[in-house]
Each structure stands twice: as structure tokens, then as C-alpha cells.
């Protein structure tokens, strides 16, 4: 036991009984039972004792590999600690359907002695030796850049996201028999977590929907998304994962419309991405009604509503404070606001800088740090940046404001800046997002392909709807050259749709800008905007050469 040990044998009472007298039986030690398709992932002190109740469990009966997993340093803390990595990694490695249910125990991330030694070393040893054994086909890396990990249901959460997710199955257990919709609306700027949230909420909920004992016994939920791409990360989860199916995952204008033909009421709706409900009927879309949310509450008894008013792309899905208000009746609803950034490994320097900028405001450039935030003259020399991050790291990507032409005609269009040119981002495969495609290196992504999914770096091509204003040392938004035609559709319905437009340009950068868990990459179109930038960035780098040498002469006196 002096290392890691795994050992496999077949799921009957005979192996469990050779497990008599082994200096594991009652120590932690973390295992998994599976047959070709299926596994359950555990942890125990007593693996002799949990293996014969296993043997009880009529779904376990299925599966005939037992592989226990031992370390003479193993503790609870850790053993907990790599069971909740494994149950992900197994549901991303997309080999099984995990048995697995939400853990029982608060899978709250937490601290324990010696941590980094099992979350990283061990864990990633025994990953290694799982896939070199050919238990799991991906590897770490592979995995790690997968959305449907990133979004998997059974993630450790924070405090924060633990206390959301226990509040809002509280909400759904007391309102789940009320006589008019209760509205939870969680709201939270790009990066905070709420997608992740959601996710986990909903599975204990269509876990609970299966529980006689429950209040939420028998409930029919769903979760929306009007979001394409995102939409096939969920329904991939859900052909993985125990208590979800696919048809519980929908788009807003389908499951109304199916809700108006059957004449039915669902229980629980969750909405992701609520800033992309529509505002206002859309014939192209086959949506005939005032109002996506207001329809949603018509069939439904409770809605959950994550929503971030600053990433609101479009004039038809236009929403502002007043307009939540006027339809969430205050005296029947709750919020919740989540905080903490968990995308970005970036100083709060640096996200203050964003917030900043996407207000027109641009502050001096953040000092060096972890997180790889560089400015470029050269939108060629960006793209060479991030093709050498994607050969190392995976999941590097150039994307941009929608300032170039792209039409869905079936032709190709480019977007062009002097040595660089590269076609707009393609979404024909219907199974895979685009980040997550290898081929999508030589693309360029939309708002559209990567709102709602992280990146590991970014290269952000600002295009020339985004201009510098030298009087006010400010960004100045040129709405005329934003190419997004469907965007500001419907803009004679408002009083300053200027204003408005301009909002949009602004919330679609804030989006692009905070998709890089470990970099961003900044170049502008714009020759005045792109000088200021430049300067700002150099003089970072300068006055830290000079911090730096005057560190280093204060060491020698």
C-alpha cells in the first residue's frame, strides 16, 4: 500500500469474500462497478459490507466489474474528494451512463490537509493508470476542455453555489402547489457560475421528481435554453447521467408551443441564458406571442430564471430591469445574485479592467500577472499566439465583434485584417459545440457559438464598430459598422434605440472578453484605438522593467 493500487475482479460474492482480512477492508478507499456500458462510482470504509449491499441493489445487479482503489494516505476528505472527480471525468470520458445519484453528503469544495497531493497528483495518477489500463478512453487534458465536464451536474460547488441550489429546491418544494407562478430569478455576470448551478439543481430535482417521499414526486420539469450550442452540451449530459432524458431539455418557443397544443402545465421550468428569451413575437423563429418569459409562466408553475443583463445580444430579446419587473410580480417572486467569478484566473485588477472597458471606460492597463492578458498591433500575430496555445493547452480560440459580414447563405465570408484572414465560425455538426471541434482553430467564433462556454484563451478581434474617442478618452461605439443586421431588428418599437444599439455592441464585447479561463488576446481594427491600447500595454510592460530592476538592486544593497 505504500502506492496506488488498483485492483479489479469480478462483482460476485466470491471476490467480496477474498476481501477478508485485507488491510483495505476497513480502510477509505474509493472503487467502481461497471459492465460495457454502465458504472457507479462509491467511496467506503467498509468495502466488504457496501459491496454485499451493492450486490442487494436490483440496479446494480447489471453490472459484473468490481475495481477497488487503494492508498495507505487515503483519508475521507480525500477519498470524498476523488470519488466527485472520478463521477466527473467518468461522465465526460462518455464511455458509461453513471448509476450515480447527487451526492448525499454537501458537495461543497472545501479545504483538507495535503489537498493538492490527492486532487492532483494522486487523482491524476490514477486517471493515467485507468485510461493505460483501458477503463476510460480520454485523457485529463481531453476532458478537462470538454463542456459537458465543465457543466457536469455533479461538480463540487462553492458555498455560494451550494447555499442557490439548496434555496431553490426549497423555493420548488414550498410554491410546487401553489394556484399562480412563483418566479426565482438568480442573476450573476458572465464567469460566476451559473450555468454550473443550474445544472446540478435540476438533476436533485428530476432526482426528487422520482422519490415518493418527495413533495416534488411525480413533477414533469424542464430546462430551457435559447441556445443552440448550448442546448447540445445538456442533452450530451443528459444521455450520460441516471435521472435526466434529453426531451426534458427544449428551447423556449418548442416546448410553448407544445405546452399550447396539449393544453398542459409543466411544473418546474429552468431557464439558462433567460437574457436570450425573446421580448417580442418572431414569425422567422415560429413564435407569435408578446413575450417568451410571459408565456413560459402561463405553463408553468414554478420558473427559475438565470439571467445577466449585460449580455443581452438582441434587440427582439431586449431586457431591462423595468421590463423583468413589469412582468415578475414582485409580491410572488424572489432573487438571488451570484458574485464570484469563477471563469477567469484573473486578478480583480484585471476584471475591473474589463468591467470598465465594456462601459467605454479604459483604465491603465493591469499589471502582469498568472493570467496571460496581452494587447497586439497585429491581428496575424494574435492568431499566431493562439494556435501555439492551442497545440499546448487546447481550446484557444479567435472570435470577434460581429463587424464583419457573415450571411447564412451557404457561402463562405471572411474576416479580414491586413496579413489576416480567416472564414467565420461554421455550426453545421449538430453534435459537437464549436469551440470543442478541432477544425474550428482556422475559424473565427460569434457571440452566437461561444456565449454561455469557457475557453482557456482568447483572442478577441475588437472590429471597427469599436473606435476610440481621443476628447473623452473613451471607447466610442459606431453602431453603423456593426454587421449584425438581426440584432437591431425591430429598433423603430423604441424610444433611443440608439442608446440601445449601442448597449448591444457593449454587452456583445463583455461576452468576448470574459470567455478566457487563462488569457486574453486583444486587437483592434480601429488605427486610434488600437495606438491608445498599445500604449497603455507598453508602458504596463515599462514601468514593470523598471519595478523589476529596482527589486533586483535592492537585493545586492
Wanted: aromatic share 12%; charged share 30%; with cysteine.
Amino acid at each position: 500500500m505504500n502506492t496506488l493500487e488498483i485492483i479489479s475482479m469480478p462483482f460476485t460474492h466470491s471476490s467480496i469474500d477474498s476481501l477478508y482480512g485485507k488491510s483495505y477492508s476497513d480502510y477509505p478507499v474509493v472503487y467502481f462497478l461497471n459492465n460495457n456500458t454502465k458504472v457507479y462510482i462509491g467511496e467506503t470504509v467498509a468495502v466488504r459490507n457496501r459491496m454485499k449491499n451493492h450486490l442487494k441493489n436490483p440496479e446494480r445487479k447489471s453490472l459484473d466489474k468490481m475495481t477497488v482503489i487503494i492508498h495507505e494516505k487515503f483519508n475521507r476528505s480525500a477519498t470524498y474528494n476523488i470519488e466527485t472527480k472520478l463521477i466527473n471525468y467518468f461522465l465526460a470520458d462518455e464511455r458509461y451512463k453513471l448509476q450515480n445519484k447527487s451526492q448525499t453528503v454537501v458537495s461543497v469544495s472545501h479545504n483538507y490537509y495535503d489537498k493538492p497531493f490527492y486532487n492532483e497528483k494522486v487523482f491524476n495518477e490514477l486517471w493515467d493508470q485507468l485510461k493505460k489500463r483501458d477503463y476510460v478512453t480520454h485523457s485529463r487534458e481531453v476532458i478537462e476542455n470538454k463542456d459537458i465536464f465543465k457543466l457536469s451536474p455533479f461538480k463540487e460547488l462553492s458555498i455560494e453555489q451550494i447555499e442557490l441550489k439548496e434555496k431553490i429546491i426549497a423555493v420548488c418544494e414550498k410554491h410546487i402547489n401553489d394556484d399562480k407562478p412563483f418566479v426565482f430569478l438568480v442573476k450573476g455576470e458572465a464567469g460566476t457560475g451559473k450555468s454550473v448551478v443550474l445544472s446540478a439543481v435540476f438533476n436533485r430535482i428530476q432526482e426528487l421528481a422520482k422519490e415518493k417521499s418527495s413533495a416534488l414526486y411525480n413533477s414533469n420539469n424542464f430546462l430551457l435554453v435559447n441556445h443552440s450550442e448550448m442546448l447540445k452540451t445538456y442533452q450530451k449530459i443528459a444521455g450520460k447521467v441516471k435521472a435526466l432524458k434529453k426531451n426534458n431539455f427544449d428551447k423556449p418557443t418548442p416546448f410553448i408551443n407544445k405546452r399550447k397544443k396539449d393544453n398542459q402545465k409543466a411544473d418546474i421550468v429552468f431557464v439558462d441564458e433567460a437574457h436570450l428569451l425573446l421580448t417580442r413575437a418572431d414569425s422567422f423563429n415560429n413564435f407569435n406571442e408578446n413575450n417568451h418569459l410571459e408565456e413560459i409562466m402561463k405553463h408553468s408553475k414554478i420558473v427559475i430564471l438565470v439571467f445577466d443583463e449585460k449580455q443581452v445580444l438582441k434587440m427582439k430579446s431586449y431586457w431591462d430591469k423595468n421590463m423583468l419587473l413589469h412582468l415578475v410580480d414582485s409580491h410572488h417572486s424572489e432573487e438571488y445574485i451570484l458574485k464570484n467569478q469563477f471563469r477567469m484566473q484573473a486578478s480583480l485588477e484585471m476584471i475591473n479592467w474589463i468591467d470598465h472597458f465594456v462601459e467605454k471606460k479604459i483604465l491603465p492597463a493591469p499589471k502582469e500577472e498568472e493570467f496571460d492578458f496581452q494587447i497586439f498591433d497585429s491581428a496575424a500575430m494574435l492568431y499566431k499566439k493562439i494556435c501555439e496555445k492551442n497545440k499546448r493547452f487546447g481550446l484557444a480560440r479567435v472570435v470577434s465583434t460581429f463587424d464583419y459580414v457573415h450571411k447564412k447563405d451557404g457561402e463562405t465570408y471572411y474576416i479580414k485584417e491586413n496579413q489576416f484572414k480567416l472564414p467565420w465560425n461554421t455550426t453545421t455538426n449538430r453534435d459537437t459545440t464549436w469551440a470543442e471541434r478541432k477544425d474550428t482553430i482556422k475559424e473565427v467564433g460569434s457571440i452566437y457559438t461561444i456565449q454561455g462556454f469557457d475557453l482557456n484563451y482568447v483572442g478577441v478581434i475588437l472590429g471597427p464598430s469599436v473606435t476610440y474617442d481621443q476628447e473623452k478618452d473613451e471607447l466610442k461605439i459606431i453602431t453603423e459598422n456593426y454587421k449584425d443586421t438581426e440584432a437591431f431588428r425591430g429598433k423603430d418599437e423604441f424610444d433611443d434605440p440608439e442608446y440601445i444599439k449601442e448597449r448591444i455592441i457593449l454587452n456583445s464585447i463583455n461576452v468576448l472578453l470574459k470567455r478566457g479561463i487563462k488569457g486574453l488576446y486583444l486587437f483592434a481594427s480601429d488605427p486610434e484605438l488600437r495606438v491608445h491600447l498599445m500604449k497603455l500595454y507598453e508602458n504596463r510592460t515599462e514601468n514593470n522593467e523598471i519595478l523589476k530592476i529596482a527589486e533586483d538592486k535592492s537585493e545586492y544593497h
